[in-house]
């Protein structure tokens, strides 16, 4: 009974091993969007606002369709409007895409104001019970300083953020080539 474990682990690794280019494309794919992101910000947000347009459209339609066929599994109002939003957001996404990426970040700049007036009042009313409130009061200037950005100029807003998920997509897609050829040693 001891080696049940162990054989199941086996076998476990050895599924994992014969799938490990499954990995590595999931990696390359990564550091293509990653390179793209970072050498074409505004067409690589483009692209993603795209993209999720089509998701939204596809997910809205479906969602109308179980709103007439009795099978939403939630209150039909409800499943009507959450439908009709994401039709909504989807073809405005789909339509123009770069207009959303910048309504988005619209979002984020208001978030990131929000935020850092948070992190201010609350480093003010902690600051006894606490060392350090400092770090939170330079954490909500900083915040707030990024919104202003953002919001005064929401093209870069996206840029820089398009710029920061290009990044970020190059260093996961190489961590996923590394992985996937160690994974190839367990076949």
Same mark, same amino acid.
Not at 107 to 130: H, K
Not at 180 to 187: G, P
């Given at each position: ?28 794919? =990564?550091?293509? !969007? ?28 479906v969602?109308? !369709?179980?709103? @007439?066929?009795? +099978?939403?599994? =939630? ?11 994401? %039709?909504? @957001? ?5 339509? +123009? ?24 009042? !609350? ?6 019970? $606490? ?5 939170l $009061? ?5 915040? %707030? ?5 953002? @919001?005064? +100029?929401p ?9 920061? $998920?290009?990044?970020g997509?190059? $260093? ?6 590394v992985v996937? @050829? ?6």
């Open positions: 009974m001891s080696q049940a474990p162990e054989l199941r682990t086996t076998s476990l690794l050895s599924l994992v091993g014969r799938s490990w280019w499954v990995v590595l494309l999931y990696g390359l794919i =990564a550091i293509g !969007f990653g390179l793209i992101a970072i050498a074409r910000p505004l067409s690589a947000a483009a692209g993603l606002a795209w993209a999720i347009g089509v998701m939204a459209l596809v997910e809205g339609l969602s109308l !369709f179980a709103v @007439f066929s009795g +099978n939403s599994g =939630a209150p039909r109002g409800w499943a009507l409007v959450y439908a009709l939003a994401s %039709i909504g @957001f989807g073809a405005l996404a789909v339509i +123009n895409p770069l207009v959303t990426a910048k309504v988005l970040v619209l979002l984020l700049a208001i978030w990131l104001i929000l935020a850092g007036v948070y992190r201010i009042v !609350f480093a003010i009313r902690v600051r006894r019970q $606490i060392e350090g409130e400092w770090l $009061i330079v954490s909500g200037v900083l915040a %707030i300083v990024l919104g202003v950005m953002m @919001f005064g +100029n093209l870069g807003g996206v840029a820089v953020t398009t710029l920061w $998920i290009g990044i997509s190059l $260093i996961y897609g190489v961590l996923q080539v996937a @050829f160690r994974l190839r040693k367990l076949r």
